[in-house]
């Protein structure tokens, strides 16, 4: 027996029907007699293939991955909502869902009506809603809209009054799935600070989502669903570049620099030859090849996967036909330990055309001190090391 | 913490094209297990029943007077077109003819609203199936619990006609009154939950509902009494349609007075019985692809 909150798949498989074809009668009485004798008609694709994973009480993960890869699926398997082809889900306790925005709100009815509903769905009972009644409202800042038909709310107003009431009614295990993508700046940041607090009292969190830096402000661990397989599990942010760097490895096959200049390779070293390291200086050396005379400017940035860097640099270029060797010479890097893309464009400054689209030229693995925590659901912009020095005094 | 470290090897572990044989999900029938279940959500069904009543009568301006109405409309229709102009009456019984037909009925009501309701609740609710998990079988039990509100605000009415039209109830028709009701229960959820479950996947069926009605209607001995019928065909009759088995039971002992024909409520009840297991076999059968299709 697992303890309340464990969430628990082994190998699950999800099959759905593959495309669908014209049914008739005689089809579907074929598909529903399939069904019932339990032999599964033919046409199908595997949209889980062999998903295990076994997540501890209070913890929190994050499912990413690209469109159509699983994440929605294997957050509804967990729920119970769908059940898995092969394989068993064990869910222990309470399960808040927050699936789409409107998980369970019912348009017809209150906000009051609905609280009590997605209450019962819970399994809490009428006293217990009523304890937490408060809570949800002013969260949802609903006041007297409270006693309004939901379908007079707005869009907003709705999915505060789901927030509210998926977070508020405690539940063991809370899934989200991409709820952080609507809502303004303000109630993003108030639902991320109570994601934190119900994590804080114990509650195990997973969450989908594509924003990636409020997975890895919210999650401890990561997993990286594609294609239906996990292709990587384990501390975020391992799993983050894992996943960023295999999407940007995909766009660099779809760049073809090409036309009047080239960069034919790049190389990033640490000064005198030894590695790499943060907080010392970076040599880059590109080598380009011009077909024709060129005038334009040279940036160059270092990014953590992605075509947002995090600095970026640039330099004046004239060059006669032939091949040339560009080297940069960067000061001590205030970058954390880990793994960095390098990328360079040139720019004409003529008619401001790419003569070399922005693109990742070389990738270079820093040595040194990570960076030290950052607490729950509070959003890192860009990996930045800053040395500092403490003192404590009593006064 | 460690349990959750599965990270090299899942990336590196070859997934084969189809699982393992025997891991295959499997729907099973436990009966008692899936009956604790529901027990559990019985709350849920409360709600579900109450947010349906309180829907249906939003923005209307009668409100609850609707519930009254309907059957009070078909007993007077019944009354004018039935008893007057086709002759019907109340089997050779001396008691007014509208108690008669309003007996018949209330149950025919009970049924038809849950069975229309019910019927169509699994597809209504698409946006909760989808979302949140709960056992599929309380939707339409809970718009067998719509139609239980509508039963005893008619039941209200039934002893308003029985004052009325000055008519005494018998004491039998107390005594039977629960088994003949349980008839009725068993039968409705029986065929709502066969059919709830079949709409998901067979939209047709969703046409034939209103048809199933009107035929219903005509099949039960709602506006007509049973004395044409004796006998094992009557038994036979009951057997089918159970809801002839709590109509004539409910006029025998409340309204005439006489005894309840045992083996017709027999036959009833095993009829009733088998709707509702067929029924919940077939309902807990289809529901793991539920929400795949929905």
Not at chain 1, 77 to 104: K, N, S
Not at chain 2, 256 to 271: A, D, K
Request: charged fraction near 20%; include cysteine.
């Amino acid at each position: 027996m697992l303890p309340e909150g464990s969430v628990r798949a082994d190998g699950v498989w999800k099959r759905f029907k593959a495309d669908p074809i014209r049914r008739t009668f005689r089809d579907q009485s074929k598909a529903i007699a399939g069904r019932v004798t339990g032999k599964g008609g033919r046409g199908h694709r595997w949209a889980l293939r062999d998903i295990n994973i076994d997540v501890p009480p209070g913890a929190s993960v994050g499912l990413i991955g690209a469109n159509g890869s699983g994440k929605s699926t294997m957050l509804k398997i967990l729920t119970r909502v769908m059940y898995p082809t092969a394989g068993t889900v064990t869910v222990m306790g309470r399960v808040g869902a927050l699936i789409e925005v409107r998980a369970g709100i019912h348009p017809e009815l209150t906000g009051r009506e609905n609280v009590y509903l997605y209450g019962s769905l819970m399994g809490l009972s009428r006293a217990q809603v009523a304890e937490r009644f408060d809570d949800i409202v002013g969260f949802a800042e609903l006041d007297a809209a409270i006693d309004r038909q939901v379908k007079f709310y707005s869009s907003g107003m709705q999915m505060r009054l789901g927030f509210g009431v998926a977070a508020f009614l405690e539940p063991h295990v809370l899934l989200v799935d991409e709820v952080l993508a609507v809502g303004d700046a303000a109630f993003q940041q108030r639902c991320l600070d109570r994601m934190r607090h119900v994590l804080a009292q114990g509650t195990t969190l997973v969450l989908v989502s594509h924003d990636l830096a409020a997975v890895e402000a919210t999650c401890e661990r990561g997993i990286w669903l594609d294609k239906g397989v996990i292709r990587a599990m384990g501390p975020v942010r391992e799993v983050i570049g894992e996943y960023r760097r295999s999407v940007e490895a995909q766009l660099d096959h779809e760049l073809h620099a090409s036309g009047a200049l080239r960069v034919t390779s790049a190389v990033a070293d640490g000064v005198d030859g030894g590695p790499p390291a943060s907080q010392r200086p970076l040599d880059v050396t590109i080598a380009l090849e011009a077909t024709e005379r060129i005038s334009g400017r040279l940036y160059l940035g270092v990014s953590e996967g992605t075509a947002t860097p995090i600095f970026v640099v640039s330099y004046w270029l004239e060059l006669e036909p032939g091949t040339h060797e560009v080297r940069c010479h960067l000061g001590d890097l205030p970058l954390p330990a880990g793994r960095y893309f390098v990328y360079a464009g040139v720019i004409d400054r003529v008619d401001d055309h790419d003569v070399v689209p922005w693109h990742p030229i070389t990738h270079v693995d820093l040595f040194g001190p990570g960076l030290d925590p950052t607490p729950v659901a509070v959003v890192r912009l860009a990996p930045v090391l800053v040395s500092s020095g403490w003192e404590l005094d009593r006064t | 913490m460690e349990a959750f470290v599965a990270g090299p090897d899942a990336a590196s572990r070859v997934i084969p094209n189809e699982p393992p044989a025997g891991s295959y999900f499997k729907p099973k029938l436990h009966l008692i297990s899936s009956v604790r279940e529901v027990w559990r959500a019985r709350v849920l069904v409360r709600t579900l029943a109450e947010r349906d009543v309180r829907v249906r009568y939003k923005q209307t301006v009668l409100g609850f007077a609707w519930a009254i109405l309907m059957p009070l409309v078909l007993m007077v229709v019944f009354t004018v077109f039935v008893k007057r102009f086709a002759k019907v009456d109340a089997g050779n019984q001396d008691v007014p003819y509208a108690v008669f037909a309003y007996l018949g009925l209330l149950p025919w009501g009970f049924f038809s609203t849950t069975f229309a309701a019910g019927g169509l609740s699994l597809v209504a609710n698409t946006a909760l199936l989808n979302k949140v998990y709960c056992p599929r079988e309380i939707f339409p039990m809970a718009s067998m619990g719509v139609a239980s509100v509508d039963l005893s605000i008619g039941g209200v009415v039934l002893a308003f006609l029985f004052a009325v039209t000055g008519t005494v109830p018998h004491w039998q028709g107390l005594v039977w009154l629960i088994p003949e009701l349980f008839v009725m229960l068993a039968f409705s959820l029986g065929i709502t939950l066969l059919v709830a479950a079949s709409v998901v996947y067979l939209r047709d069926i969703r046409q034939t509902i209103p048809l199933f009605l009107q035929f219903g209607l005509f099949a039960t001995p709602v506006a007509y009494s049973l004395n044409g019928i004796t006998g094992p065909q009557r038994d036979l009759y009951a057997l089918v349609n159970p809801l002839v088995a709590t109509i004539d039971g409910l006029r025998q002992s409340l309204l005439f007075g006489h005894h309840v024909q045992v083996s017709t409520f027999v036959f009833g009840l095993v009829g009733a019985l088998t709707y509702l297991l067929v029924g919940y076999a077939v309902f807990k059968k289809l529901e793991p692809g539920i929400a795949d299709v929905a």
